[in-house]
């Protein structure tokens, strides 16, 4: 069936990131007519458009990679332990070629409405050059921080010099050389940027709001005998990954915060403080997170190690985050990134002191002075988890917005399925385990439950699936629970849906985005799910008996 004005496919997978790659290979593999669209120019996703210098992974890069084929991790060498966007991004077209994925995919494709129809149950899609496309099922591999949010500054427009959001980074160099450079934010892309570029520029002014914790990264390179004990390993690493809470190899430390001698947490922290990774905050006690004197007591000892590497002893004391404890945002990883500001050529400017008043045309002005630059990077994070969900007119049943249904926060069920939008599936959605642990192992825990619910509906000859409104209620209600118990709920960051620059989530309501539960939990649930015929979900059978058929080929799914 097509609307005979465009093409129609059984599945339309919307994003050709991580998760969409792989969701395509699932798909392709069992022979379904399914197209992957993205409005990028090519494949990729976060590692498309985060080109800024110091744009790097602080998961390992060996439980960054796809797990699906030993071929592949007998192929890939990674060379640095938290390995660069570049390196990144040829790993992705690197998958996609070897497996011959791209000719499923469709670039410059910006999906602007995807409507529900009820009478023919299918999803029709509108693309932003007009074209239309019909599908029985959508799926959303939209990212989780993929809608890059700017200031709203007066005279933004008017700046005679360069200035992007991070996101944007040009894909030509961009001279920095001798440039005065001017970063707003310091949030996890910032502190990347700011300690990469810091002996490049000629000047660089890093404009603070609030400061954020950070730790070491510790990255260092993979040598030939290091990736050939890796691929020995493989088996193992990903067992482990499995197993921890967040999907990390970091295990947390499983003695109790008070039963241990404080010379026995010194000497913890000492450890993770310098071994790569996060280990410092995955492998710390679980205390840390829940328990606001535990968390207190790590916070000045991470503190303590800020003023022993911020030579400026006032400057060191603007870079300590006060009106939150050490872990309860997301913490950024860092190389070298404090002793940037031990430079002359870089100033810190707290704009909690003196805001920006606004952008003018040779740089900036706050309520303390004129600024001039060359360059502004606005490194100001994004509208998270439902930002790129909200930028699409997605409408379900009788015409529901999914804008307006989550207008004061998400519910799905299982992170994965939303009563009243019917075949819609998001592999790594709001409320799913993706979000709180090491993206990618959370991405194949998604795609491979949303390609069994398909199989398991084209085998039994289903045509419709939808999340009950008890389903969704009961899992929004326990996701809503666990964030009871976590430190996490006072934060301003994106784990609450905190954002100073999207109308309505300024005021630090908290937003119920990403399930705390832990991988393993998570994995539990939505198997045990599975494995009781998809409870919470109503299947439907196709009554009209009709000869449709979800393939491509002749092969069976
Ligand atoms: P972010 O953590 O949300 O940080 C945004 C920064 O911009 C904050 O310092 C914020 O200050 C500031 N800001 C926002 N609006 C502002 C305004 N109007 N005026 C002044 N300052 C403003 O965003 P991000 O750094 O892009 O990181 C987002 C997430 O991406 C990270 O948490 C992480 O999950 C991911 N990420 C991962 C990696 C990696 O894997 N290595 C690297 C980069 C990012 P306030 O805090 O005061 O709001």
């Given at each position: 069936m097509t609307d005979g004005t465009g093409s129609h496919y059984e599945v339309i997978v919307i994003g050709a990131g991580v998760a969409g790659i792989y969701q395509i290979k699932r798909l392709t593999d069992l022979g379904v007519n399914a197209a992957v669209l993205d409005a990028a120019a090519d494949l990729g996703g976060t590692w498309y458009w985060n080109r800024y210098p110091g744009a790097r992974f602080d998961s390992e890069s060996y439980t960054y990679g796809y797990s699906f084929s030993e071929e592949l991790l007998n192929e890939w060498h990674w060379k640095e332990r938290f390995s660069g966007q570049p390196e990144n991004l040829r790993y992705l077209n690197y998958v996609a070629d070897k497996f011959d994925l791209r000719k499923f995919m469709q670039f410059n494709c910006k999906v602007e409405a995807a409507h529900f129809d009820e009478a023919d149950n299918v999803w029709r899609l509108t693309l932003d050059d007009g074209r239309r496309m019909t599908c029985h099922f959508i799926i959303l591999a939209v990212g989780l921080l993929s809608t890059p949010t700017l200031p709203r500054l007066e005279g933004m427009d008017s700046f005679k010099g360069r200035s992007f959001h991070t996101y944007y980074w040009p894909h030509q160099p961009v001279e920095l050389a001798g440039r005065k450079v001017a970063v707003i934010g310091t949030g996890a892309t910032a502190i990347q940027i700011i300690a990469e570029i810091a002996d490049k520029v000629g000047e660089l002014t890093v404009f603070q709001r609030r400061p954020n914790w950070s730790a070491p990264l510790n990255n260092g390179p993979i040598s030939d005998l290091e990736m050939a004990d890796?691929?020995?390993?493989?088996?193992?690493?990903?067992?482990?990954?499995?197993?921890?809470?967040?999907?990390?190899?970091?295990?947390?430390?499983?003695?109790?915060?008070?039963?241990?001698?404080?010379?026995?947490?010194?000497?913890?922290?000492?450890?993770?403080?310098?071994?790569?990774?996060?280990?410092?905050?995955l492998s710390n006690f679980r205390e840390i997170f829940m328990d606001e004197a535990a968390n207190a007591e790590f916070s000045e000892y991470?503190?303590?190690?800020?003023?022993?590497?911020?030579?400026?002893?006032?400057?060191?004391?603007?870079?300590?985050?006060?009106?939150?404890?050490?872990?309860?945002?997301?913490?950024?990883?860092?190389?070298?990134?404090?002793?940037a500001y031990n430079r002359s050529n870089v100033h810190l400017v707290d704009i909690s002191e003196t805001p920006i008043e606004k952008i003018t045309e040779a740089g900036l002005r706050t309520t303390a002075r004129d600024y001039d630059f060359d360059i502004i990077v606005y490194a100001t994070g994004f509208d998270a988890i439902t930002g790129s969900f909200d930028r699409i007119d997605i409408r379900g049943v009788g015409g529901e917005t999914l804008f307006d249904k989550w207008r004061e926060g998400p519910s799905t069920f299982l992170g994965m399925l939303v009563h009243g939008f019917p075949n819609l599936l998001m592999p790594t959605g709001p409320q799913s385990g993706s979000a709180s642990t090491n993206f990618p192992r959370g991405i194949e825990t998604g795609v491979n439950w949303c390609t069994d619910l398909l199989q398991h509906m084209w085998k039994r000859g289903y045509i419709r699936a939808e999340a009950t409104p008890e389903a969704e209620q009961s899992w929004t209600a326990h996701v809503t629970k666990m964030y009871a118990i976590m430190l996490m709920r006072k934060a301003k960051s994106w784990f609450t849906g905190y954002n100073s620059n999207v109308a309505g989530h300024e005021h630090g309501k908290v937003r119920y985005f990403v399930y705390n539960g832990g991988a393993p939990k998570y994995v539990a649930k939505i198997n045990d799910a599975a494995a009781n015929g998809y409870d919470g979900i109503v299947l439907t059978p196709d009554s009209r008996s009709s000869s449709r058929t979800p393939l491509r080929t002749t092969a069976q799914v």
């Open positions: 890796i691929r020995a390993r493989y088996g193992d690493i990903f067992a482990a990954c499995a197993r921890t809470p967040s999907g990390f190899e970091h295990e947390p430390d499983r003695r109790g915060f008070y039963d241990v001698t404080r010379e026995q947490r010194l000497a913890l922290w000492d450890r993770l403080y310098d071994e790569p990774g996060f280990g410092i905050w991470i503190a303590n190690r800020i003023r022993q590497r911020v030579k400026n002893p006032a400057v060191a004391e603007k870079l300590i985050p006060r009106d939150h404890g050490f872990g309860v945002q997301r913490v950024p990883l860092e190389t070298r990134y404090l002793e």
